[in-house]
């Protein structure tokens, strides 16, 4: 884009330069320094453009940013998210000689006032809020502006994988490699030796960010023991609902993605390497391509890797949308073009894999945890973390929180300190009552679960689980019953269907539950009697799907369920026994009625219901009909006095 | 209609002409790309890549239909998306949907007479932090509660209309319609 062919070689150079350090002296110092962005020649305006922003309206306002720094002497540039999400849209400005100042709910109308800033150094009442300053040596701060690193959000996050997202633009390998990127791969193909890089991330004790929590060295040293050629694959296929960080880290700082994927081939001494992506994430896999092209030119990927006899050659694979997929030999079929069904295992992948090659297959966030393992060594990284939960993980916040978005954390924190210090709690007025972590596959953890430390033994030990890090607020406006059925139907849907305990389980796992949440004038027949029969029967049903599924998908598929019975037991009993949501959520046990002395029968009501279940003359109290009722809750929307109630 | 079938089956034979000597994992990137070019994959598409592939047609619709990308049947010039991830269900997507399958008479999965609204559910859209979101098109719509409904697509409507329906989706300004 910006690169002509000249700059191109120079940059490849200097690259090289950099990692190899060969060069050296004030030149590379300065082209580190130029490109780190530690200070600016002339002002610039970086935009929060990851997907969450550009949909939070970032787009429009890039758009008009560029109308507006056309011809002038400003740079706009497009990073990735910095995590934030409840704050979007991002824009951070920095002029010459002073720190980077970030700003939060940037709008469309802010773009002057950015500007004048950007150009002028002017403050303004006019401009968007601050969000903080970054802390710089050697460039002089702002007065009275906050620190970003002592916002609450930030704070007590410790970022080494999210380290450089929303700093770093994602399509400039350039300034990847100035802040790092890369020089642990450089060093690793200098020394060649394979071996002793699997037993740096096995003393590190790295495992898989991905959901099952496997050692990642010890994966490795499995596929070492079968004859090659090996195959390498990248699992980016970031199904479970609520989990957004493979595609924040791929959009924000793809380099690392990349290096932590060839240290991880080169490991395995894979010389093919697949990257196994979403297609519902276009942005990322944008970012992804430019940045293995950008690798390529540089030699970092391809053939002759830095001069040495390596060779990497990657490939994307775009994913079709299926939650299976996350399973290794899923994923393997479907990359092979079949239907994404698991195999029993043994044979397992390390053994015979992608077209019966050992094949290895880590997640996204693995892979952007090895830079930085190596690059601290194992045993400082390993020093983060507890037990046999070592090193940082990073969470997608969301839900009933203040603050949402992307969080990284040591493992072995209290999961309090993520909700409530960095996510600042469930909003005013309300009460914290689940959170669920770990997807389709993790469970609900009640108020008490709070204090639980966040790894893998311990989320496992409470009915939940780490997954892919999920993790979803709820308060007392949400109903467990309806979470319980929300991730059954998901589930239900996305079962392969090849073994039975699964696909037929989860369905009767589904239908009791919606027997649960079914009121009484749609039940016919037996529907009573069944509806007790299923609720005696659920947690034996459970236990048969863990028992004999096939693959983790189904074994795990009661999870959700099971922890809502576990800790949320009162709750289903209100359901079953009084037919009642305490959440006010399940709309079949909803009784709705119109208050006579608010009512002004001016009849919004009488239209907005789908059912014809108002009746009533104009100017007159209005009625409901509690068999027609569908508890839908339009009347209510509708209502101009209030006078709609739900018992 | 005749002419139409054949006008597809002719961009079908290009794509599979880039893709000759292709094996069976070139399937699901053929399936992508023709989808990509068509909006949907017809019959004839699935019997072209069955016969390029030397396949049996039965295990390309098995797996076409396997993955949820895949659609069946055209899109509506507004295909409108819902989030249904875990944060938008908490927050209350489920009676979004049910406001938008009122609004537009449909479920999810169908499109309208009119051809303008297709509506299809979207196990995340990755945008938990802005929940509930529903996707017009190109168009993000953040925190959208089932109130805003009728508004939301009545605006597409007003826009088809000025446009004599028109058969691409234009950007409308979210912040305005979600003040």
Same mark, same amino acid.
């Given at each position: 884009m910006k690169d002509a062919t000249g700059r191109q070689q120079v940059g490849r150079l200097l690259v090289q330069e950099a990692l190899l350090g060969t060069g050296g002296g004030l030149a590379l110092q300065d082209w580190r320094r130029r490109h780190r962005r530690e200070d600016v020649q002339r002002p610039v305006i970086l935009v929060g453009a990851?997907?969450?922003?550009?949909?939070?309206?970032?787009?429009?306002?890039?758009?008009?940013?560029?109308?507006?720094? /056309?011809?002038?002497?400003?740079?706009?540039?497009?990073?990735?998210?910095?995590?934030?999400?409840?704050?979007?849209?991002?824009?951070?400005?920095?002029?010459?000689?002073?720190?980077?100042?970030?700003?939060?709910?940037?709008?469309?109308?802010?773009?002057?006032?950015?500007?004048?800033?950007?150009?002028?150094?002017?403050?303004?009442?006019?401009?968007? *809020?601050?969000?903080g300053q970054f802390r710089q040596e050697g460039l002089a701060p702002w007065e009275d502006q906050p620190w970003l690193d002592e916002h609450a959000f930030f704070a007590p996050q410790t970022r080494l994988v999210l380290a450089d997202c929303g700093l770093v633009d994602p399509d400039s390998i350039e300034e990847a490699v100035a802040r790092g990127s890369w020089s642990a791969f450089a060093r690793l193909v200098k020394q060649h030796a394979p071996e002793r890089v699997v037993a740096e991330v096995e003393e590190a004790g790295l495992r898989g960010r991905g959901g099952g929590g496997f050692p990642t060295g010890r994966k490795w040293r499995l596929a070492r023991e079968h004859a090659g050629p090996r195959v390498f694959i990248c699992n980016a296929d970031e199904g479970d609902p609520g989990a957004f960080m493979d595609r924040a880290v791929i959009e924000g700082d793809p380099h690392r993605v990349l290096e932590g994927l060839a240290i991880a081939a080169h490991a395995i001494e894979a010389e093919e390497a697949w990257i196994y992506i979403r297609a519902e994430y276009p942005l990322a896999i944008r970012r992804l391509e430019r940045a293995i092209a950008q690798a390529r030119d540089c030699g970092l990927l391809g053939e002759r890797i830095l001069g040495s006899g390596m060779r990497i050659d990657v490939r994307l694979k775009r994913g079709a949308g299926a939650f299976v997929c996350g399973e290794e030999t899923a994923l393997i079929h479907s990359i092979e073009g079949r239907r994404g069904m698991p195999r029993?295992?043994? @044979?397992?992948?390390?053994?015979?894999?992608?077209?019966?090659?050992?094949?290895?297959?880590?997640?996204?966030?693995?892979?952007a945890n090895l830079p930085a393992l190596f690059r601290l060594g194992a045993k400082a990284w390993r020093a983060l973390g507890a037990g046999e939960s070592r090193g940082t993980k990073v969470f997608a916040l969301s839900g009933r929180v203040r603050r949402t978005g992307l969080v990284e954390v040591a493992m072995g924190a209290p999961l309090r300190l993520i909700v409530e210090e960095i996510g600042g709690g469930v909003p005013e007025g309300h009460r914290f009552k689940a959170a669920q972590i770990g997807g389709p596959s993790g469970g609900c953890l009640p108020a008490k679960g709070l204090d639980l430390p966040v790894d893998y033994e311990s989320l496992r030990g409470a009915g939940a689980m780490m997954g892919s890090g999920g993790l979803v607020v709820m308060d007392e406006r949400t109903c467990m019953v309806d979470v319980a059925r929300f991730f059954m139907d998901f589930i239900q849907k996305e079962s392969c269907g090849k073994c039975i305990p699964c696909r037929e389980g989860t369905r009767q796992l589904l239908a009791i539950l919606d027997g649960m949440s079914r009121g009484r004038r749609r039940e016919e027949g037996h529907g009573a009697l069944e509806r007790f029969q299923g609720v005696m029967g659920l947690e034996r049903l459970a236990g048969v799907i863990q028992d004999a599924s096939l693959c983790g998908l189904g074994q795990s598929a009661p999870n959700p369920v099971l922890s809502v019975l576990r800790h949320f037991r009162a709750e289903v009993e209100t359901h079953v026994y009084e037919r009642r949501c305490p959440a006010r959520v399940c709309p079949d046990l909803l009784l709705f009625r119109i208050e006579e002395e608010l009512c002004t029968g001016c009849t919004a009501c009488v239209k907005a219901? *789908?059912?014809?279940?108002?009746?009533?003359?104009?100017? /007159? @109290?209005?009625?409901?009909? /509690?068999?027609?009722?569908?508890?839908?809750?339009?009347?209510?929307?509708?209502?101009?006095?209030? /006078?709609?109630?739900?018992? | 209609m005749a002419q139409h079938t054949l006008a597809r089956a002719s961009s079908v034979e290009n794509i599979l002409a880039r893709h000759s000597g292709a094996g069976r994992d070139h399937l699901i990137p053929l399936l992508q790309e023709i989808q990509e070019a068509e909006g949907f994959l017809s019959r004839v598409a699935l019997r072209l890549v069955a016969a390029h592939l030397h396949l049996p047609e039965s295990k390309v619709y098995g797996v076409a239909t396997f993955y949820n990308q895949f659609r069946f049947q055209a899109r509506g010039s507004f295909p409108i998306a819902v989030c249904r991830g875990t944060a938008c269900h908490v927050k209350g997507s489920a009676s979004v949907l049910a406001a938008l399958e009122r609004e537009l008479r449909i479920a999810a999965g169908g499109t309208t007479r009119d051809g303008l609204f297709s509506l299809e559910v979207v196990a995340c859209i990755g945008a938990c932090g802005l929940a509930p979101v529903i996707a017009v098109g190109d168009d993000y719509h953040a925190g959208v509660t089932p109130s805003q409904v009728p508004g939301i697509v009545d605006r597409y409507r007003r826009q088809a209309q000025e446009q004599g329906r028109a058969l691409e989706p234009v950007a409308v300004d979210a912040e305005e319609m979600l003040a």
């Open positions: 990851g997907t969450c922003g550009l949909s939070a309206g970032a787009d429009k306002l890039l758009a008009r940013l560029r109308d507006a720094c /056309a011809g002038k002497d400003v740079d706009l540039v497009e990073v990735g998210c910095i995590g934030l999400c409840s704050e979007e849209p991002l824009v951070d400005v920095q002029r010459p000689g002073r720190c980077r100042v970030g700003f939060r709910q940037v709008g469309a109308g802010h773009v002057e006032a950015l500007l004048a800033l950007a150009l002028e150094g002017r403050w303004s009442d006019v401009l968007p *809020p601050v969000l029993p295992r043994p @044979p397992y992948p390390v053994e015979q894999g992608l077209f019966g090659r050992p094949t290895v297959i880590n997640n996204v966030e693995t892979l219901c *789908p059912a014809g279940a108002i009746v009533g003359s104009r100017k /007159a @109290p209005h009625h409901i009909i /509690a068999e027609s009722c569908t508890g839908c809750g339009s009347c209510q929307l509708r209502c101009p006095k209030g /006078a709609i109630q739900v018992d | -």
